[in-house]
């Protein structure tokens, strides 16, 4: 059951703290961070970084590298997955892409991007490969979102030791696949999105068209790496990341899908407490959102990422505004219905705890101890709930779930006795009444009991009804 990042996760809390007062310097006062309101980073259990926004069916999916504990160098073996329907409450899908998926890879799981076409899923990413020990772009699909991805072709779509693929599906179905660090690349993909036709062509970097950059002789414009590509109201977009190595987000336009690119300015200035930075952007119910990186978990940094969002609005000429790192992160976009089941490892914010694949599965929530708690946004009780329902295993003597409102020690609406099952995934679904859950509300499941890990988690309902005696 243990996990690296478990034996380090007592100090977050602390932690926490300072971190967020280094990455946010810069932030003024209004924005510092209280623990109660932040939601960036997306996720505080794994260092993730690269994000990826994939919109389908009805949600957001969100493709990120993973930055390995305590790594001093861009050490990545695996990808990951989340998903939100409203932007604050992430699902954890685990890990259905990594190194062991190419046999040709050695090593690098960097920055990638998944795109959908015709009901499948490509998985665009850099890794380097073993025969030649360069940088290569290998490319996953599958039939879901979610994966299992396979490697498609069991050998490099393109090899030129230059990284970071952006994958763009034009509205007359000539996708194009850019990437590169230093120089900036595209092919035309075919419509198999597993091959192309022609070579891949050299960008011109040209000043114009990417900024100038001063004292660098072999790079003249700003343009670095981790480009992202799209189409808005007929202008092409290439957002990246400028100027290592302390980088910051800007972006070109262009009249058409290969140029010619003018320059637009930054996005993102440089902030967060990492060297590097990744865009990602998306429209999502009618609104966009950026999607980057920073240093902003405790021990957080340049090679320990974490990925984050923020909610904007283009200019009417659609010219990007200047977006800032916040801890708040993007508003939600809808409530969470607590009234079907919803995963355990569905959570805006947590303290202390970890996920892992289940043995009934997606995934569950472990590594749970005394105090440990997972904070869900938004959740509608509406007239009122009446009983909590969970699905439990513990190999010890099980816990307590407390159910809390607004915050890890706000009103207790409910409390649900977890036992012993025997095993950490003998799984068995333990209720409880409720009393006080109305309205919309963040709702806490804090965990407690004894010492030692207590319980895992793997989803849990509510039902609607009428008032039932107060929880004592
Ligand atoms: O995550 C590894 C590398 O760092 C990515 O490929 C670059 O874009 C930079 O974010």
Redesign the pocket.
């Known amino acids: 059951m243990q996990s690296a990042t478990a034996g380090t996760r007592l100090t977050r809390a602390a932690a926490w703290v300072l971190g967020l007062l280094l990455a946010f310097a810069v932030v003024p006062a209004a924005l510092q961070p209280t623990t109660a309101r932040a939601d960036n980073p997306i996720v505080q259990h794994v260092y993730t970084?690269?994000p990826a926004p994939l919109v389908y069916n009805g949600r957001v999916y969100l493709y990120t590298?993973h930055d390995e504990d305590g790594s001093t160098y861009?050490t990545?073996k695996d990808w990951r997955v989340w998903s939100s329907a409203d932007m604050v409450n992430w699902t954890d899908h685990g890990s259905p892409l990594s190194l062991t998926t190419f046999s040709w890879a050695s090593s690098d799981a960097?920055?990638g991007q998944t795109v959908q076409r015709n009901g499948r899923f490509y998985w665009y990413v850099?890794v380097k490969n073993r025969a030649t020990g360069r940088m290569a772009i290998g490319v996953a699909v599958a039939d879901s979102p979610t994966g299992p991805f396979r490697d498609a072709l069991g050998h490099p779509l393109v090899e030129n030791g230059e990284?970071?693929p952006t994958v763009f599906v034009d509205d007359d179905g000539q996708a194009y696949l850019y990437w590169g660090n230093p120089n900036l690349w595209y092919v035309r993909l075919n419509a198999d999105m597993t091959s192309y036709s022609g070579s891949p062509t050299k960008t011109p970097l040209t000043a114009a068209g990417f900024g100038a950059r001063t004292g660098d002789a072999n790079r003249p414009t700003l343009f670095e790496?981790?480009p992202w590509f799209y189409k808005r109201n007929g202008l092409y977009y290439m957002v990246f990341?400028a100027k290592c190595c302390s980088e910051f987000i800007a972006y070109s336009t262009a009249p058409g899908p290969t140029g010619p690119w003018t320059y637009r300015g930054t996005i993102m200035p440089t902030q967060g407490g990492s060297f590097?930075n990744?865009p990602g952007i998306v429209d999502f119910k009618g609104n966009s959102y950026f999607f980057y990186h920073n240093g902003a978990l405790p021990g957080g940094g340049g090679y320990t990422r974490s990925v984050a969002v923020e909610k904007f609005s283009y200019n009417a000429d659609g010219t990007i505004p200047t977006i800032n790192m916040t801890n708040t992160g993007a508003p939600q976009a809808g409530a969470l219905d607590p009234y079907v089941r919803q995963e355990a490892e569905t959570i805006a914010w947590e303290s202390g705890v970890e996920t892992e694949a289940s043995g009934e599965g997606g995934m569950d929530v472990g590594w749970i101890e005394n105090g440990d708690y997972i904070k869900v946004k938004g959740v509608a009780f509406g007239a009122g709930a009446s009983s909590f329902a969970v699905r439990v295993a513990s190999a010890n003597a099980g816990g307590t779930v407390e159910l809390r409102l607004g915050s890890p020690t706000g009103t207790v609406v409910g409390r649900c006795g977890v036992p012993g099952t025997g095993g950490w995934q003998t799984w068995t679904t333990v209720t409880c009444p409720v009393s006080g859950a109305t309205g919309t509300q963040d709702l806490y499941l804090r965990f407690t009991g004894g010492s030692g890990y207590l319980f895992n988690v793997n989803w849990w309902q509510f039902t609607q009804g009428g008032a039932v005696a107060p929880p004592r």
Request: aromatic share 14%; charged share 20%; no cysteine.
């Open positions: 970084a690269d590298g861009f990545m960097w920055a850099p990284i970071d790496e981790g990341a590097t990744h």
